[in-house]
């Protein structure tokens, strides 16, 4: 990514514990026109823990919900993206929406198969808490299944709270207030 390209974007980079430069920047319209690609480079299990229901394929309402996040002043979508071969390839993003609750905010993370388990997840959830303090939200929040440990553990060490739905204990809700 060149340095006019990354101004441009307002593209930040983070190394991952392997050594591994990523970019991250806001998601553009035109990344939209890849979002099947990316969505095609999730498992099935992957599917299911970010969903929470199986989603064998991607719905023109989830398309439409990412899309309008882009003109929703208190939304944000970052991506993350790496460099092979002189081309950008996106493996991750981090949305941050609005909830009912005043000052309320909830992310959710996706990351592709292949770059799971190297530190994108944690660089993702950091930079979702840094986009909510942006839109100055006062607590973010996330449902994430009860099964999905190495979410809780990523949310565990970025200091969020945990609690098992006392409705459903399949899901449990991390949260983090947001301190100026």
Same mark, same amino acid.
């Given at each position: 990514?060149?340095?006019?390209?990354?101004?441009?974007?307002?593209?930040?980079?983070?190394?991952?514990?392997?050594?591994?430069?990523?970019?991250?920047?806001?998601?553009?319209?035109?990344?939209?026109?890849?979002?099947?690609?990316?969505?095609d480079e999730l498992s099935e299990e992957t599917k299911y823990l970010r969903f929470m229901t199986p989603t064998p394929n991607l719905s023109a309402e989830t398309l439409a919900?990412?899309?309008?996040?882009?003109?929703?002043?208190?939304?944000?979508?970052?991506?993350?993206?790496?460099?092979h071969d002189g081309e950008q390839h996106l493996i991750g993003g981090a949305r941050v929406v609005p909830t009912e609750r005043r000052g309320c905010c909830e992310f959710a993370?996706?990351?592709?198969?292949?770059?799971?388990?190297? %530190?994108?997840?944690?660089?993702?959830?950091?930079?979702?808490?840094?986009? #909510?303090? *942006? &839109? !100055?939200? $006062?607590?973010?929040? %996330?449902?994430?299944?009860?099964?999905?440990?190495?979410?809780?553990?990523? #949310?565990? *060490? &970025? !200091?969020? $709270?945990?609690?098992?739905?006392?409705?459903?204990?399949?899901?449990?809700?991390?949260?983090?207030?947001?301190?100026?």
């Amino acid at each position: 990514m060149n340095l006019l390209q990354r101004l441009r974007d307002h593209a930040r980079s983070a190394r991952l514990a392997d050594g591994t430069r990523v970019y991250l920047r806001p998601l553009r319209e035109a990344d939209l026109a890849h979002a099947q690609q990316y969505f095609d480079e999730l498992s099935e299990e992957t599917k299911y823990l970010r969903f929470m229901t199986p989603t064998p394929n991607l719905s023109a309402e989830t398309l439409a919900s990412v899309a309008g996040a882009l003109h929703e002043a208190r939304a944000g979508i970052t991506v993350a993206l790496v460099e092979h071969d002189g081309e950008q390839h996106l493996i991750g993003g981090a949305r941050v929406v609005p909830t009912e609750r005043r000052g309320c905010c909830e992310f959710a993370l996706s990351i592709v198969d292949a770059w799971q388990g190297r %530190g994108l997840g944690q660089v993702l959830l950091r930079e979702a808490v840094r986009l #909510a303090r *942006r &839109l !100055r939200y $006062h607590r973010i929040e %996330g449902s994430v299944l009860t099964i999905n440990t190495k979410m809780l553990k990523v #949310a565990q *060490r &970025l !200091r969020f $709270h945990l609690q098992v739905d006392p409705h459903d204990p399949s899901v449990t809700t991390v949260s983090r207030a947001l301190l100026p």
